[in-house]
């Protein structure tokens, strides 16, 4: 394995490296396929371990809420294909954790035993693990995008509610060209971005921009009904 191309990393606003790849439901032609979605392309450690079971059943539980908001997921490891089909067939059959039960996986997870995708990912990262993906995510755009990544080392699992509302967030910047402050959620006031001038900031500040609340001259939000975010950004 060469170095450079273990720490090849994607880049926030660059386009999502392509590959093509086997998966528990047919061959994918990455992110090509997914133009038009949302996608969400996140990394495992390993089938058969307890903290990547724990995120398999929240994320699959919460897949219908990701397509309301046309976003398809797409997971990998680095183990192979009839690995993944016994491991899924295994949570289906037998894993209760959380009131959650007869779970089924039922969106892609890709085979990548020559770590190829992986280190397209930057997800083989040496400090924590030379045989194993971290647990990365990458939030991608309709357009082929990667608009977010977050990577988490293999002890932690990852918070998908959090995803969910990156995405949510994601969607509403792009909707309303805004940008959307600290533990942002629809029906919170978002920021505006800075007057293109001084006088034009003078004028916010001065309170003569209606629907604008200024803290100071670089700081201005305004609101926007909980109902508007998520008649744009949710399928009704
Ligand atoms: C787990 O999912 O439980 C796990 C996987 C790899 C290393 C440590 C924990």
């Known amino acids: ?26 061959e994918i032609n990455f992110p090509e396929q997914y133009s038009g979605n949302w996608v969400i392309l996140f990394s495992h450690p390993a089938d058969f371990t307890p903290v990547c079971t724990s995120e398999f059943m929240t994320f699959a539980s919460m897949e219908e809420q990701f397509e309301k908001a046309n976003c398809k997921l797409v997971g990998l490891s680095v183990d192979g294909l009839y690995s993944h089909i016994a491991w899924l067939r295994t949570i ?18 890709i085979e990548d035993i ?43 699992g990852r918070n998908f509610d959090e995803l969910y509302r ?23 006031d978002v920021i505006i971005s800075p007057a293109g001038s001084c006088a034009a900031a003078k004028n916010r500040m001065d309170g003569k921009e209606s629907g604008l609340e200024c803290k100071d001259w670089f700081f201005c939000t305004k609101k926007i009904a909980k109902e508007e975010v998520l008649k744009k950004v949710i399928k009704q």
């Not at 289906?92 to 997870?109: A, H, Q, R, S, T």
């Not at 990156?166 to 919170?188: H, N, Y």
């Open 1 to 26: 394995m060469e170095n450079n191309t273990i720490l090849s990393l994607p880049r926030i606003g660059e386009k999502a490296p392509a590959f093509k790849a086997v998966t528990t439901q047919g």
């Open 92 to 109: 289906k059959e037998k894993i209760e954790y959380k009131g959650m039960k007869n779970i089924e996986v039922k969106f892609p997870l």
């Open 166 to 188: 990156a995405l949510i967030a994601l969607k509403t910047s792009d909707e309303f060209g805004v940008a959307t402050p600290a533990d942002w959620r629809p029906g919170d």
């Open 114 to 156: 020559t770590m190829e995708v992986a280190k397209k990912y930057g997800m083989i990262q040496p400090g924590e693990s030379n045989t194993k993906a971290v647990r990365a995510v990458f939030i991608i755009d309709p357009k082929g995008i990667v608009r977010a990544m977050i990577y988490y080392p293999l002890s932690l």
